[in-house]
C-alpha cells in the first residue's frame, strides 16, 4: 500500500440491513445485531406494532397510536361513568346527574320534593332557607302556635301561608 492511501473500510455489516421491516441494526464486534424498533413487539424478522386496528386489541381497549389501551380516560364529562363497549367509549351520567355524558352532566333538578314532620315544630326539625324561615316565623307569630304537621308539601304549604297573610294584611 502506498504511503498517504487510506485503507479501504471495511463493509458495513446494516447497509443494507439485513434485519426487516420495524427493526434497527447495529454493529457489534463487525457483525449485524439486529432488534426491534421502540414500541413494537415482537422479534425480528417479524417485529410489529401491538396494534393496527382497535380489532387487534381486547374488547375492552382501542388501539391508540398502535398500543392497545383504555379509551375512557378523559373521554366523559365531569360526573359521568364511562366503561367499553366492543373497543369504544360509553359514557353515562351519574346517578343523580343528567346532560351530555361526553360534555357536560349536570346535577337532575329536585321537584316536587315532599319534607315530612313526626309531630314537632318544623322549625326545631329542618333547617329552611331563609325565606322559608321567615314565613314560618310569621304564621307562627300571627297563629300564636307552633304549626305541627305530618307531611309537608313544601309548594302547597306555601300557598296557604300566602292565603293566610293575605287575610291578615286585607
Known sequence: MEEGTLRPLPPNPCTP???GPNSQCQV?????????????????PNCRPECVLSSDCPSN????????VDPCPGTCAQNA??????HS?????ATGYTGDAFSNC?????????????????????????KEKALFFILNALLGQPILCKNVDLASF???????LRRFLI
Open 106 to 130: 349536570r346535577p337532575i333538578p329536585a321537584v316536587g320534593k315532599k319534607r315530612y314532620l313526626h309531630g314537632t315544630s318544623f322549625l326545631s326539625r329542618y333547617r329552611l332557607q331563609k
Open 28 to 44: 457489534v464486534s463487525g457483525q449485524a445485531q439486529c432488534g426491534c424498533v421502540p414500541n413494537m413487539i415482537g422479534s425480528v
Open 89 to 93: 367509549p360509553v359514557c353515562n351520567c
Open 158 to 164: 306555601l300557598v296557604k301561608v300566602l292565603f293566610v
Open 17 to 19: 440491513s439485513p434485519c
Open 81 to 86: 361513568d364511562c366503561r367499553v363497549v366492543n
Open 61 to 68: 381497549s382501542a388501539c391508540i397510536n398502535q398500543k392497545c
